[in-house]
């Protein structure tokens, strides 16, 4: 497949077209999309979009028409890509929503759950050849700010459609600096607060907006928030970086009332003869709400990533290597009326 390069070479020269404080409308043709070679041998985009069962020059292109199963498809494939594909797939995301337009990408994205809109909003703001200035998606694309930058979002309504959750943020813009301010469970459609959850979102971030996973009976509601600073230098630093963190934090309805589910996720059945967790730096610690096997019944999952320095002889020489590892446990939370819990913790070693 063959990626005119055209487009690349405007999206690098792009700061010399500056206007007064915003950057002149970057202008692409069908020359800058992707074209599908004849030679059997696939690139790993082409390898990638494959496996999900698409050709990659073909979707692209009418994503870039503006297609809504086209555009899903292409966007789909930001979670994925690494490597030599992620090389390609970078600057394509800009060619493709300035083809489209501001009014076509606006009103696909306003159809779209609010994760994949996060998806798309992460890969604009990070796509390495875009022009990436909120002041330039403003300036040319505002319908698609409007949609993709909230300074207040109400979403994850409850299966019965009683209740949603509204979250508000310190800045829509900075996303970087940005944090959850508010977050509360509001009733659907009256506004009226039932339950307080800021204490216990640390959104912050590209994933401040976080994620709500509701019990089928609407009586129960599973929060997850991610901070997930940045890790500079070495992670035996001292002091070490603040490890990256996901969180969940479980509530139960009763009537008109809400009430956290008390249940700490710190204390890990066995942890005290875990000898290879000595000295080991913790680099992130993950609880993730993963289904609702049961209305009271929610499964969870906590990763784990360590580093330690580990002594490896050479010769007549003792160097310190760097190991690295992981402890993946599956969480079953059983719920009881008072809002009380119990957990069953499983090792995962099948992996």
């Known amino acids: 497949m063959k990626i005119a390069l055209s487009a690349f070479a405007g999206l690098l020269a792009f700061a ?9 409308r970057l202008q692409f ?25 698409f050709d990659y020059a073909s979707v692209t292109r009418r994503a ?12 789909a494939l930001a979670r994925d890509v690494d490597g030599a594909a992620a090389e390609s797939f970078s600057g394509m995301p800009t060619v493709v929503y300035h083809l489209a337009g501001d009014a076509k990408f606006a009103a696909f ?10 998806l798309v909003r992460n890969t604009i703001a990070n796509d390495g050849n875009g022009p990436g200035g909120i002041n330039y998606l403003r300036e040319y694309f505002p319908e698609t700010v409007k949609t993709l930058f909230r300074l207040e979002i109400v979403d994850w309504p409850s299966p019965d459609k009683r209740f949603a959750i509204r979250k508000v943020f310190s800045d829509e813009f900075n996303l970087k600096g940005s944090r959850v301010s508010r977050a509360e469970l509001i009733e659907q459609p009256s506004g009226r607060v039932v339950c307080d959850l800021t204490r216990d979102d640390i959104g912050t971030g590209t994933d401040r907006e976080g994620e709500v996973l ?32 996901k969180q969940t934090a479980i509530y139960q309805l009763s009537g008109e009332s809400c009430a956290r589910v008390e249940i700490s996720f710190n204390e890990v059945p066995g942890r005290a ?9 913790l680099g992130h610690d993950y ?12 499964i969870l999952q906590k990763h784990e990533y360590y580093v330690k320095l580990k002594p490896e002889v050479l010769g007549n020489q003792t160097y310190n290597t760097v190991h690295s590892f992981d402890r993946l446990y599956e969480i079953t939370v059983t719920i009881t009326p008072d809002a009380k819990a119990t957990a069953a913790w499983k090792l995962r070693r099948d992996r």
């Open 29 to 53: 043709t069908q020359k800058d999309l992707p074209v599908r070679e004849k030679h059997p041998e696939l690139s790993e985009i082409d390898q990638a979009a494959k496996s999900h069962g």
């Open 64 to 75: 870039a028409a503006g297609d809504p199963k086209a555009l899903k498809q292409f966007f």
């Open 273 to 281: 003869e875990d000898a290879e967790l000595t000295d080991a730096v």
């Open 16 to 24: 010399s077209l500056v206007h007064g404080d915003v950057v002149a």
């Open 109 to 118: 994205l306003r159809g779209q759950p609010l994760a994949f809109r996060m």
């Open 214 to 245: 509701w019990s089928p009976d609407s009586k129960r509601f599973a929060t997850l928030s991610s901070d997930l600073p940045p890790q500079p230098g070495s992670m035996f630093s001292k002091p070490p970086p603040v490890p990256q963190k």
């Open 287 to 298: 609880i993730e709400p993963r289904r609702w096997s049961k209305p009271a019944v929610l």
